[in-house]
């Protein structure tokens, strides 16, 4: 039984993200299971409304809620205040171990860490700093590129255990940071098998609502733009089109404003009947991932995303579904290219497209092709490697 009582976990993210109710709670489920039968979570969560609460989401699990400010300057200074309070909330509470998810808030962690002389863990340990520069959003000279990777070389220097998203973590920490990793574990991005998984393909009620009869449904689940690919998505559903003509359609699960996917179906030729555009809870994504045929993730292929792991493809894997992906995107490409279940994309260009397409509609005539991705999934995404990493730190 583990000798931790209670356990600080900081997170940059809302409650409410899809990041902490389908990612980081699931994760914080198995800790707590772990834990004495009075040891309890504290779980820092970022809000723009309702901030300044603290919350007892169930027995064992406290949210304490800050309010957000954008990395920079003005976070800064809101984390300065909030330091000092999680400092006396460590006193009071005595939390025993600080755990925190991804480098941003394992920055908070560190100077915590520091400044109490607790233990520090780091999960989802990936690449942010480098990783928002590729994307445009931050330029190399500016101060929140140099805090964070400033703050990620100290953090990893100094944390007690690492958890990465991929095994190739090890090797950046070495090459960009110059830190050897020792106590260093991989967990990449685990799925509930049992909520997604094949009995939720097809739903007769939802293929009827959405007129998807006898359709082949491209699903996608996400946002455009930022670390994400647009224009290039766009593009590949007129490859799509252009090939099934009308038997396509393009299921976009996503809240991106609706007059900018307009803009891009009329600008590559989609009609807007071969779209269906939705918002859904977390609690029904499944069944809306199971109307499809094949799914895209469409994450830029920059350099630092060698060392993430997208969430959605073991969704996609777990409920069957081939997946068109651009080459180096975490060790995710090279499973789909090694096991023939989707088709990984050499370049972005339409030519390429087109083959990408044609390999699909070869793939889909696999009557088995379901049963093997799921397989994939239940290796590769199974939350019994969450728990035999866990078990190992917290035990």
Same mark, same amino acid.
């Not at 699903?219 to 099934?244: D, N, P, R, S, T």
């Given at each position: 039984?583990?000798?931790?009582?209670?356990?600080?976990?900081?997170?940059?993210?809302?409650?409410?993200?899809?990041?902490?109710?389908?990612?980081?709670?699931?994760?914080?489920?198995?800790?707590?299971?772990?834990?004495?039968?009075?040891?309890?979570?504290?779980?820092?969560?970022?809000?723009?409304?309702?901030?300044?609460?603290?919350?007892?989401?169930?027995?064992?699990?406290?949210?304490?809620?800050?309010?957000?400010?954008?990395?920079?300057?003005?976070?800064?200074?809101?984390?300065?205040?909030?330091?000092?309070?999680?400092?006396?909330?460590?006193?009071?509470?005595?939390?025993?171990?600080?755990?925190?998810?991804?480098?941003?808030?394992?920055?908070?962690?560190?100077?915590?860490?520091?400044?109490?002389?607790?233990?520090?863990?780091?999960?989802?340990?990936?690449?942010?700093?480098?990783?928002?520069?590729?994307?445009?959003?931050?330029q190399k000279d500016s101060i929140s590129f140099k805090l964070l990777f400033g703050f990620e070389k100290k953090q990893s220097a100094h944390?007690?255990?690492?958890?990465?998203?991929? #095994?190739?973590?090890?090797? &950046? $920490?070495? @090459?960009?940071? +110059? =830190?050897? %990793?020792?106590?260093?574990?991989?967990?990449?991005?685990?799925?509930?098998?049992?909520?997604?998984?094949?009995?939720?393909?097809?739903?007769?009620?939802?293929?009827?609502?959405?007129?998807?009869?006898? #359709?082949?449904?491209?699903? &996608? $689940?996400? @946002?455009?733009? +930022? =670390?994400? %690919?647009?224009?290039?998505?766009?593009?590949?559903?007129?490859?799509?089109?252009?090939?099934?003509?009308?038997?396509?359609?393009?299921?976009?699960?996503?809240?991106?404003?609706?007059?900018?996917?307009?803009?891009?179906?009329?600008? &590559?030729?989609?009609?807007?009947?071969?779209?269906?555009?939705?918002?859904?809870?977390?609690?029904?994504?499944?069944?809306?991932?199971?109307?499809?045929?094949?799914?895209?993730?469409?994450?830029?292929?920059?350099?630092?995303?060698?060392?993430?792991?997208?969430?959605?493809?073991?969704? &996609?894997?777990?409920?069957g579904l081939p997946v068109v992906i651009p080459a180096n995107i975490s060790t995710d490409s090279e499973i789909i290219e090694k096991n023939?279940?989707?088709?990984?994309?050499?370049?972005?260009?339409?030519?390429?497209?087109?083959?990408?397409?044609?390999?699909?509609?070869?793939?889909?005539?696999?009557?088995?092709?379901?049963?093997?991705?799921?397989?994939?999934?239940?290796?590769?995404?199974?939350?019994?490697?969450?728990?035999?990493?866990?078990?190992?730190?917290?035990?």
């Open positions: 039984m583990s000798t931790t009582r209670n356990i600080l976990v900081i997170t940059y993210w809302s409650f409410s993200d899809a990041l902490i109710q389908t990612y980081t709670l699931p994760y914080l489920k198995i800790i707590s299971k772990l834990l004495p039968a009075n040891g309890k979570i504290y779980l820092v969560t970022l809000e723009k409304e309702n901030h300044g609460k603290q919350l007892e989401i169930e027995p064992g699990l406290i949210n304490i809620r800050y309010k957000y400010s954008a990395f920079g300057l003005s976070a800064s200074l809101s984390w300065m205040k909030n330091i000092f309070l999680l400092k006396k909330i460590i006193r009071k509470n005595s939390i025993d171990t600080i755990h925190t998810f991804c480098t941003p808030a394992g920055m908070i962690g560190y100077i915590l860490s520091i400044l109490t002389s607790k233990p520090l863990i780091l999960d989802s340990y990936e690449p942010h700093a480098e990783a928002m520069v590729e994307n445009g959003e931050w944390a007690k255990k690492i958890i990465g998203t991929t #095994k190739q973590m090890k090797e &950046y $920490a070495l @090459k960009k940071y +110059g =830190i050897t %990793l020792n106590d260093f574990f991989v967990k990449p991005a685990c799925v509930d098998l049992e909520k997604f998984n094949l009995s939720f393909k097809k739903d007769p009620s939802l293929v009827s609502e959405l007129n998807l009869q006898n #359709k082949i449904v491209c699903v &996608y $689940a996400g @946002k455009f733009g +930022g =670390i994400y %690919l647009k224009e290039e998505v766009f593009e590949f559903y007129k490859a799509c089109y252009q090939f099934w003509k009308d038997d396509f359609v393009a299921l976009l699960l996503t809240n991106h404003p609706l007059e900018e996917i307009n803009a891009l179906l009329l600008q &590559y030729g989609l009609p807007k009947k071969n779209c269906r555009i939705l918002f859904v809870p977390h609690a029904q994504v499944n069944k809306y991932i199971g109307l499809g045929d094949f799914a895209i993730t469409p994450v830029k292929p920059v350099p630092t995303k060698k060392y993430c792991t997208p969430i959605k493809d073991g969704e &996609y894997w777990a409920m023939n279940i989707g088709y990984v994309l050499k370049e972005l260009t339409y030519p390429e497209y087109e083959i990408a397409v044609k390999k699909i509609d070869a793939l889909l005539k696999d009557k088995m092709l379901s049963e093997k991705i799921r397989k994939i999934a239940e290796e590769e995404r199974n939350f019994s490697i969450a728990k035999a990493v866990y078990t190992i730190i917290y035990s």
